[in-house]
């Protein structure tokens, strides 16, 4: 996991994405865009991969920060220490902006 990977998750249940009603879609997919945002302007770096994967029978999106790995290799980097939140108050803070 890079620094700064970020998970987006649709409170409600819902299973997949074709089951939110187009306004729900679009207000998750402008709240993805301000956390990218943010991320990109918090973490300085230039790109932030965006992963829907649904395995887990909840829709929620990975924003995977893109440091100088391209393709597959960013996501090689050894996992971030669990419990580290530094970036979450930044963040936060660029998203309600």
Do not use: C
Request: proline residues 5%; charged residues 25%.
């Amino acid at each position: 996991m890079a620094p700064g990977h970020t998970v987006v998750v649709w409170r409600a249940d819902a299973e997949d994405l074709h089951v939110l009603s187009r306004t729900d879609f679009e207000y998750l997919m402008d709240v993805v865009d301000r956390v990218r945002t943010a991320m990109l302007s918090a973490l300085t770096i230039e790109k932030v991969y965006l992963l829907y994967m649904d395995e887990v029978k909840q829709v929620h999106w990975h924003l995977v920060p893109r440091y100088n790995e391209k393709g597959l290799s960013a996501f090689q980097n050894p996992a971030a220490t669990p419990g580290d939140y530094s970036l979450a108050v930044p963040l936060r803070t660029l998203v309600s902006k």
